[in-house]
């Protein structure tokens, strides 16, 4: 025998009653205190738009949703808008503040608009990246949103473009942020010139034996930003004899300043992280930051800040990046849809204690 339970309801300060087989309100039950077809507080409390209802139709539906505690199944809604209102966003590395800000922003924006946020690790791997994107499709994501550059690799791109296709049928959405992913709109800033920048401000300082760590070579970000540093000491006639690959993590900027350590002296790190790692080596062998090198990173995250010293950065506004990209998503998924353009946003060289004018010789 299946037990039913009897609610109350009020609408319009009458009392009414009704049943249901669990303790759960159904849209049934508000339909039905509404005094409304099923159809129509589905519309109503799914937000389809393309069906006009009366605006005392609609309050009345509501009322009822509110006096029953009535929350709707975000499956069921899907099944209705045909959207799931999930947006993915993939990262490199899930323990960089790098990635963390630029989530933070599009979580920021996704919040306001009842979207739920799922981030994904890749760890740099195009294998996991695409198994990635498989279950958020397999999720109906509305979006995928692809954090940091892409990996250089044909195959692996044309392996990923099959995983993306159906999420492009079906309207979906594909971008990229702070790094170029080949034929998707990105929103980024310009790494070449950015880099660029930073080392003409170490060549401001006098500084000319100056080294780059970069990060893995087949990630399009590492590639750009190692442009700007070679076309910058080429501009200035300065042998750019120092370049080591320092993966993107501390552990990498650890031993390139290791191999570094008493022959430069400015040392510019294509991320935080190593720029991280490169200051514990300096200081294990004995040398002064600024005093003996001048180091200064990419990025901008929080923990370039709070080093010791705090780090000479280029900031990228990474929280920016994901908001601005997240409200571009709102744009594409509206009923009057917007075309996602590419945007370049500007960045900002923080001066700290990292840096300080080259010494001659007999004074360090």
């Known amino acids: 025998m299946t037990r039913r339970i009897r609610y109350c309801y009020t609408v319009g300060h009458k009392m009414k009653t009704f049943s249901s087989r669990s303790d759960v309100p159904r849209i049934v039950d508000v339909a039905r205190a509404a005094r409304v077809s099923i159809t129509t507080a589905s519309r109503v409390l799914n937000g389809v738009t393309t069906y006009p209802v009366a605006a005392a139709t609609r309050e009345r539906v509501l009322a009822a949703a509110r006096s029953l505690n009535y929350s709707p199944s975000a499956l069921a809604r899907a099944l209705v808008t045909k959207r799931s209102r999930i947006v ?16 933070r922003g599009v979580e920021a924006v996704a919040r306001q608009a009842e979207y739920l946020v799922i981030v994904c690790n890749t760890e740099r791997d195009p294998a996991l990246e695409r198994r990635a994107v498989a279950a958020l499709r397999d999720y109906s994501a509305d979006a995928i ?29 594909a971008l990229a942020l702070a790094g170029d992913r080949p034929g998707l709109p990105a929103i980024d800033i310009d790494h070449t010139a950015a880099a660029a920048e930073l080392t003409r401000y170490l060549i401001g300082l006098g500084h000319q034996r100056i080294a780059f760590i970069g990060g893995p070579p087949q990630v399009s970000t590492a590639r750009a930003r190692l442009a700007g540093f070679l076309a910058a000491m080429a501009e200035a006639g300065l042998p750019a004899n120092w370049i080591l690959d320092g993966g993107y993590s501390f552990s990498g900027g650890l031993a390139a300043g290791t191999s570094l350590a008493g022959t430069v002296d400015a040392i510019v790190a294509a991320n935080d992280q190593m720029a991280l790692g490169a200051l514990a080596a300096l200081r294990t062998a004995g040398l002064r930051v600024p005093a003996d090198v001048s180091l200064a990173s990419f990025g901008g995250t929080s923990a370039a800040a709070q080093a010791v010293p705090a780090l000479t950065t280029l900031v990228i506004p990474r929280e920016q990046i994901g908001a601005v990209a997240m409200q571009a998503v709102l744009g594409a998924l509206a009923p009057q849809p917007v075309v996602i353009a590419s945007q370049l946003l500007p960045y900002t060289i923080v001066v700290r204690e990292s840096t300080a004018p080259r010494l001659p010789e007999d004074a360090r």
């Open 145 to 173: 949103l692809f954090a940091g550059g892409d990996f250089g690799d044909e195959e692996a791109g044309r392996l990923l473009q099959a995983e993306l296709e159906p999420v492009l049928a079906r309207g979906g959405i």
């Open 88 to 103: 993915g966003v993939l990262v490199g590395d899930i323990v960089d503040p790098y990635f963390a800000e630029i989530v």
